[in-house]
């Protein structure tokens, strides 16, 4: 079990968040933060992960619309690996991760990739 960061390390991380945010809704995105959000959440997704040390941090993520996640969802049980809507999701989420990525480097943020194969275009800001 992963320890949780301490009470300090947690407001900064809700501080880096607002940031983060703040900088993301000036470059045009739609920003959601979890937990305070209702709905079809659709767009970039920011999250505190509380767990101590360089795992934790704030997590950003590109979101499609349910309906969007859905279609993909049906098109790879008819169809595998190979139908058009998994294709098309690969290259909206790839490129929006890439464009995310670059936006908050360029604003001034450390952020790196997550090495994760269950969440591959997750992003954690580190500072």
Do not use: Y
Not at 33 to 59: A, H, I, K, N, T
Not at 93 to 98: K, N, S, V, Y
């Amino acid at each position: 079990m992963m320890e949780r960061a301490n009470e300090t390390e947690l407001r900064t991380r809700e501080q880096l968040t607002r940031r983060v945010c703040d900088a993301l809704k000036a470059a045009g995105f739609t920003v959601h933060q979890e937990g305070r959000s209702q709905g079809d959440l659709r767009g970039v997704l920011l999250s505190v992960d509380p767990s101590e040390g360089l795992e934790g941090g704030v997590c950003v993520w590109w979101s499609v619309a349910h309906s969007f996640a859905s279609a993909v969802m049906e098109s790879v049980h008819r169809e595998g690996n190979q139908g058009h809507t998994l294709q098309h999701h690969g290259f909206v989420t790839g490129h929006l991760h890439a464009a995310l990525l670059s936006v908050l480097k360029s604003a001034g943020f450390q952020a790196v990739d997550v090495d994760d194969d269950m969440d591959p275009f997750l992003i954690r800001v580190v500072s």
